[in-house]
């Protein structure tokens, strides 16, 4: 099963091939080979070990936010599609705000932990009324969540130490506590926000190919203190992630195989 993987950012990017290359420590993977798409390039790590990660991982830097994922995720499907050797998962990769506190179990999502999604949710695609924000759902349109399969989201929390919950998409990073607690009543399962996830899963639903997002936490969701993100030991963590994944995604995509779909 070949898996693509979309990040923001080139340093989530590199964190995710470190990984996927079955080196966390960066010291002894091979240059991962480059794909050029139009407007966009794919790395595709080499493993350090032979067969260190089954399926063939191509990781996507698209840029910020649910648009430019959107698009990065559409042109690799494509291109891949197009080649006779379409993506069998898409995983929307990188680092993220964690929600902290009452109804998030002890800790919520702390900084420095891994978050996976049971759910992608567009966290502010709606209309604001004076009664308060209404989802595009609740407007007779389209969709605002994803669900990953749950065996997936299960192997991938088991090898990782990732903590199960929905990730939210957002446009604006928040950055008050407001916000957050706005975001936390309206989403009592969300343990972690991000910029990408509903756009990569939307991307992938169009051809019909399942999602997963995983987060490794910089900084709590709140008050905006940008000088405390630890973006340093998030990306360690998602290399970490990374390395620790590929048996379940081999098993998934094993299984994926056996079902013949
Ligand atoms: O400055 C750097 O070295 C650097 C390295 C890696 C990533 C970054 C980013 O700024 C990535 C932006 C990316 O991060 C996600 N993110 C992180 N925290 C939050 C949050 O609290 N709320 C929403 N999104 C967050 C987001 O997906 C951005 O695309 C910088």
Known sequence: ??????????????????????????????????IPLPGFAL?????VAPGAFPPVVDVLAAGV????????????????????SPYGLVVSAGIGGGFVGAGRGVEGAPVGS????????????????????LPVTDLGFGTVAHHPPEPLVRAVAEATGARRGTVLTVS?????????????????????????GFGVAEA?????????????????????DRAAWRIGDA??????????????????AAEKAEAGS
Do not use: C
């Not at 891994?114 to 924000?133: H, K, N, R, Y």
């Open 1 to 34: 099963m070949r898996v693509l993987v979309v990040t923001a950012v080139a340093a989530e990017r590199d964190a995710v091939v470190r990984g996927a290359a079955g080196d966390a420590y960066g010291d002894t993977a091979a240059e991962p080979l480059e």
């Open 43 to 47: 790395l595709r790590p080499v493993p």
């Open 65 to 84: 936010g649910p648009a430019a994922a959107a698009a990065g995720a559409a042109t690799a499907l494509v291109a891949a599609e197009l080649a006779g």
């Open 114 to 133: 891994l978050v996976v999604s049971d759910a992608i949710v567009a966290a502010d695609l709606g209309a604001e009324t004076p009664e308060g924000f």
């Open 172 to 196: 604006t990073v928040t950055g008050s506590a407001t916000r957050a607690a706005e975001l936390a009543a309206r989403h009592p399962a969300a343990l972690a926000e991000a910029m990408e």
């Open 204 to 224: 992938a639903a169009a051809h019909g190919v399942p999602a997963l997002e995983l987060r490794a936490v910089s900084n709590p969701v709140g008050p905006r």
């Open 235 to 252: 990306l360690t963590a998602l290399t970490g992630a990374f390395r620790a994944v590929s048996p379940a995604l081999a098993a998934y």
